[in-house]
């Protein structure tokens, strides 16, 4: 089995046969060894259904069926589960992704690439201002914050190397993180810009209500690459900075006490802010202290002995 094609289905009844049929015959003719594997993640609508129909009637599909709605990143780590092809190709079910595009993405693979992303150049019937505007300005902050030069981290129409994605653990919404996680390991990873159709039938699940949970994730996602493993660089940077302009203020309000003014009087608004300064430098330190035993207490948990060990003392016979 070379290639496993995956991808998730939420409410998507109108366009399961098509996309089906399309797929069956691009995959048919640029190789003889793939599957599918359809995740059909908590449908209210015929979808399961058209889906199991599909699955009678083909041994090369896998059909998962997850219980309830649990989302995209959840439906793709099902399907990564079952995967048995040495790649994956992760598409969308709304026939927005164009099957045809496939044997692009095998030809980066073949050429020894990790991930390979579909960059979404034109996107006709995506709002400009809700889709497309906030979707440019959360790939420009991606790229910025975590270094991997991509020009499309959102869309959903990629490739990876089955065993590395099997290393990267998916939970909340990271599946858009996928390119950047992967980059962490050292994967090497190739892009090449890809036309997306407009949606048909069904309705998008990705407004502007998304695009608010997701701004959080662009921030927490690359600090948490970064300092994940040594928390007090981060927390420890900013507090000290905070504790060294605190104490340059309050050692200057010092000598104007000493000088015989009225700190309390002249100089109020900055006794308050270095206050907060001294203080807040104080809080971040510790937040840096505590991560730092969240992670050495990680890392060292599996050697500990237990709390409640009794002390033995071994006494050789005769002593
Ligand atoms: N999807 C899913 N579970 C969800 C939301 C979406 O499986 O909770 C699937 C959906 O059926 C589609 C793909 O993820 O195949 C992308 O979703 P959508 O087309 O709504 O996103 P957009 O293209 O508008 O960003
Ligand atoms: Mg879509």
């Not at 259904?49 to 099902?78: M, P, Q, Y």
């Not at 994605?165 to 390119?179: A, H, K, S, T, V």
């Not at 010092?254 to 001294?278: A, D, K, N, Q």
């Amino acid at each position: 089995m070379n290639y496993s094609v995956v991808i998730p289905f939420h409410n998507e009844q109108e366009n399961v046969v098509e996309l089906y049929r399309t797929l069956k015959e691009v995959m048919e003719e640029v190789c003889d060894a793939f599957e599918f594997i359809f995740v059909d993640d908590g449908s209210e609508d015929d979808t399961y259904r058209l889906l199991s129909e599909i699955a009678d009637n083909d041994r090369r599909v896998t059909l998962v069926r997850l219980r309830r709605n649990f989302g995209k990143t959840e439906a793709l780590a099902a399907g990564f589960e079952e995967a048995t092809g040495e790649f994956v190709i992760v598409m969308d079910g709304d026939l927005q992704h164009d099957p045809h595009l496939i044997p692009q993405f095998i030809k980066k693979l073949e050429l020894g690439y990790d991930v390979v992303c579909g960059c979404r150049v034109a996107r006709p019937g995506d709002s400009l201002l809700l889709k497309r505007i906030p979707s440019r300005i959360a790939n420009w902050l991606m790229a910025r914050l975590t270094g991997v030069e991509l020009h499309d981290f959102v869309g959903g129409f990629k490739a990876y190397r089955t065993s590395l994605i099997r290393q990267i653990p998916l939970y909340g919404e990271l599946q858009r993180f996928i390119p950047v996680l992967a980059a962490t390991f050292g994967a090497r990873i190739a892009e090449f810009p890809i036309e997306i159709a407009p949606r048909k039938h069904g309705r998008s699940h990705y407004g502007f209500r998304r695009a608010i949970p997701f701004l959080f994730d662009i921030v927490t996602i690359p600090l948490l690459l970064r300092f994940a493993t040594r928390p007090m660089h981060f927390f420890g940077t900013i507090g000290f900075g905070a504790m060294g302009l605190g104490m340059v203020s309050a050692l200057w309000l010092v000598i104007e006490f000493f000088r015989g003014v009225g700190v309390m009087s002249e100089h109020g608004p900055l006794l308050f802010f270095s206050t907060i300064l001294l203080l807040a430098g104080l809080l971040l330190i510790s937040l840096g202290f505590l991560g730092e035993l969240n992670v050495r207490h990680h890392y060292l948990a599996a050697q500990a002995p237990r709390d409640s060990e009794p002390l033995r003392v071994k006494r050789k016979k005769g002593q």
